[in-house]
T-cell receptor, first 113, second 110 residues
Framework: SQTIHQWPATLVQPVGSPLSLECTVE??????LYWYRQAAGRGLQLLFY??????ISSEVPQNLSASRPQDRQFILSSKKLLLSDSGFYLC????????????FGQGTRLTVV | AQSVTQPDIHITVSEGASLELRCNYS??????LFWYVQSPGQGLQLLLK??????LVQGIKGFEAEFKRSQSSFNLRKPSVHWSDAAEYFC????????FGAGTRLTVKP
């Protein structure tokens, strides 16, 4: 069966520090991969999605970036965190056809102080 | 561009009462529609999905949703709410770039 792993579960980082959140999927090949951010009391904002290795689509201009170095690995990064980057970050995957649902990881609670 | 609107930020219902959560979408073609539930501090769990065919879809935990193309809606319903249904509910539309609504927080009164 397929599983998705996202870590760390919680993270407290100072303003201006770098960020690296990792997400890996097991049990499937060539998945679509997603990063979402959920700010307090807000919905899910799609940050990045990827349909293949090295193929990243960015939805919102910001100081975050994403990379997909391997088929089932998706990394969210920042060179310098801002206070506004605080939130709940969710990684998700779906089968690489149009009409399937996304499966979510357990999320990372990021607090920038 | 595709988008989803959930008009109700917060809904409170009594345990045993019926529930309807509203969702309106904007999509250029045949929409793929989903409802997810999120417990506090957790990821999202799929309740149900609509791709085509019967416009009334059944999901887990006794939930159902009805697709109405003429109203661009995909409302979630449950005949009798249980205290354990208290959570955040998200409607979503799309395919490779799945878009979510802002969510509706459900509170269940004893």
């Amino acid at each position: 069966s397929q599983t998705i792993h996202q870590w760390p579960a919680t993270l407290v980082q100072p303003v201006g520090s770098p960020l690296s959140l990792e997400c890996t999927v097991e049990g499937t090949s060539n998945p679509n991969l997603y990063w979402y951010r959920q700010a307090a009391g807000r919905g899910l904002q799609l940050l990045f999605y990827s349909v293949g290795i090295g193929q990243i689509s960015s939805e919102v201009p910001q100081n975050l970036s994403a990379s997909r170095p391997q088929d089932r690995q998706f990394i969210l990064s920042s060179k310098k965190l801002l206070l506004s980057d605080s939130g709940f970050y969710l990684c998700a995957w779906s089968v690489a056809v149009m009409n399937t649902e996304a499966f979510f990881g357990q999320g990372t609670r990021l607090t920038v102080v | 561009a595709q988008s989803v609107t959930q008009p109700d930020i917060h809904i409170t219902v009594s345990e045993g009462a019926s529930l309807e959560l509203r969702c309106n979408y904007s999509y250029g073609a045949t929409p793929y529609l989903f409802w997810y539930v999120q417990s506090p501090g957790q990821g999202l769990q799929l309740l149900l999905k609509y791709f085509s065919g019967d416009t009334l879809v059944q999901g887990i935990k006794g939930f159902e949703a009805e697709f109405k193309r003429s109203q661009s809606s995909f409302n979630l319903r449950k005949p009798s709410v249980h205290w354990s249904d208290a959570a955040e509910y998200f409607c979503a539309v799309g395919s490779n770039d799945m878009r979510f609504g802002a969510g509706t927080r459900l509170t269940v009164k004893p």
